[in-house]
């Protein structure tokens, strides 16, 4: 039998299970608080019975007991080793887990926690009276999905997005030459600094730099520091005044006034080549400026177009997810925020830093750091909620031949045989979050296929 969702928001609902030993089970569903559900399931005296005798022989087959092989020992002989209460513990382990399990099967019932298990009676010769409560997945009523009109701005491609793109390349190119003698420090220079400074007049730690490379106008240092330097000239002995910012990552300089002498050791400009021809060679592999500017526009009129896709695709998915309804349940977004974070710390080990330092550096701690995640995370959860119930209400199901080309392409990305990606996603029970992934890229494309034109 299949019991509503909406069955259990104000009421219970009674009906009955067969377990696969053929035993009636009867249930009462109740709805709760903040999506959850709470099962009281009865499972006969003969399910627990046999329950008992299957737990029996699990323990006879692991515990030592003198005399007798392992397995061997009578049940009686098991029960005085044991106690017969653990016997029992054990075959409610094995009873109410089974028997849980095909009340959601038979139910239809989706949940998105591991249940919390309470016994209320469990006593040999006597009915098994257990209660589960977990929280359900919760249901999504959609609203329109197909025939979206989205629309979005193309980047237009001219001439002043040619010559940006050309002077960047003239940037790269440039050469590095020193600065004529008298020169004065100007915006963009590239100079060395010696430095050292001072709060209430004494030296504090870190203020110190020699043969500092700095380039005026990156804003590397507090801010106002490089535009006091400008018009310094090499070996000048020059006072930079500023103030700590509030939020600066030291604590005993937060807000403080401060004193730079810096004295400028050496000052470097870029010299550009000139854009013509012989630019063109050496730049790239064409002849002349007009092919290179040619191609240049053809890669971003290509970006533009590929931009404008995506921003399209990213529009219908919104849509379709804002125009439905559906409560989140905080517990699946709070699992949504484990992951991210669980990503970001695999991210930052492949560069070698440790999410507790990044943490540090970046002036935060775990419970912050959840807190920015919290909107885009429940955000996601609803996306995923929503595709979900699309591929239902359309039918869309997931091909094998699907599963297999997205098998090839993990493959290949990872520099190993589709056989071989095939078994470890075997082996670590991954074939489900394999299927969804596909089923939700093809729901996708089903709403952006059928995007109003």
């Known amino acids: 039998m299949e019991v509503n969702v909406k069955d ?27 999506s959850k559900v709470e099962f009281e399931i009865t ?24 005399g007798f092989r392992k397995g061997k020992a009578p049940k009686m002989i098991v029960e ?30 989706d949940i998105v926690t ?47 997005a040619v010559q940006l793109q050309l002077t960047r390349m003239l940037d790269r190119q440039a ?44 804003n590397s240092f507090i801010p106002g520091f490089e535009d006091q330097l400008i018009g310094a000239k090499i070996g000048e002995e020059k006072d930079v005044n500023v103030t700590f910012p509030e939020e600066y990552h ?7 006034p401060a004193v730079f002498k810096c004295t400028v050791k050496s000052i470097k400009r870029k010299v550009l080549p000139a854009l013509d021809d012989e630019f063109a060679k050496k730049a790239s592999t064409f002849q002349t400026l007009d092919e290179l500017k040619a191609d ?18 990213e529009e219908a998915i919104k849509q379709a997810t804002e125009n439905a309804t559906v409560e989140v349940p905080e ?54 909620l929503v595709l979900e119930a699309v591929a239902k209400a359309e039918g869309i199901k997931v091909e094998t031949e699907e599963l297999d080309a997205e098998v090839e392409a993990m493959a290949k990305a990872y520099g190993a045989t589709a056989a071989e990606v095939k078994k470890i996603i075997t082996q670590q029970g991954r074939t489900p979050d394999l299927i969804e992934t596909v089923l939700k890229r093809k729901t996708a494309q089903f709403i952006i296929d059928n995007i109003a034109e």
């Open 8 to 34: 259990l928001e104000n009421s219970q609902v009674e009906f009955e299970v067969t377990v696969p030993s053929t035993a009636k089970v009867s249930v009462v569903a109740r709805g709760l608080e903040d």
């Open 43 to 66: 499972v006969p005296a003969a399910e627990l019975d046999k329950a008992y005798e299957a737990a029996y022989k699990k323990v006879a087959s692991k515990v030592n007991i003198p």
């Open 80 to 109: 005085r080793h044991v106690g017969k209460e653990y016997l029992l513990d054990e075959a409610v382990e094995i009873a109410a887990p089974s028997a849980f399990s095909e009340v959601l099967k038979e139910s239809k019932i």
């Open 114 to 160: 591991r249940p919390e298990f309470e016994i209320v009676t469990k006593e040999l010769g006597k009915d098994l009276v257990f209660k589960a409560t977990a929280t359900k997945k919760p249901e999504v009523q959609l609203g329109e999905y197909k025939g979206l009109k989205v629309e979005v701005q193309k980047d237009v491609v001219d001439d002043e």
């Open 175 to 218: 050469d590095m030459v020193e600065a004529e003698e008298g020169s004065e420090v100007a915006k963009d220079d590239f100079i060395t600094l010696d430095f050292k400074g001072f709060v209430d007049g004494e030296a504090f730690a870190g203020g110190e730099g020699k043969d500092y490379p700095l380039q005026i106008g990156s």
């Open 250 to 256: 030291a604590e005993e300089l937060k807000g403080k």
């Open 296 to 313: 240049i526009r053809s890669n971003l009129e290509k970006t533009a177009e590929s931009k404008a896709e995506s921003e399209k695709r």
């Open 331 to 384: 517990v699946m977004v709070e699992h949504r925020i484990n992951i991210m974070i669980q990503e970001l710390a695999m991210r930052l080990e492949q560069q070698g830093m440790k999410l507790e330092m990044y943490l540090q550096y970046a002036g935060t701690d775990i419970n912050k750091l959840r807190e920015t995640y919290r909107d885009t995370a429940a955000a996601n959860v609803k996306t995923d």
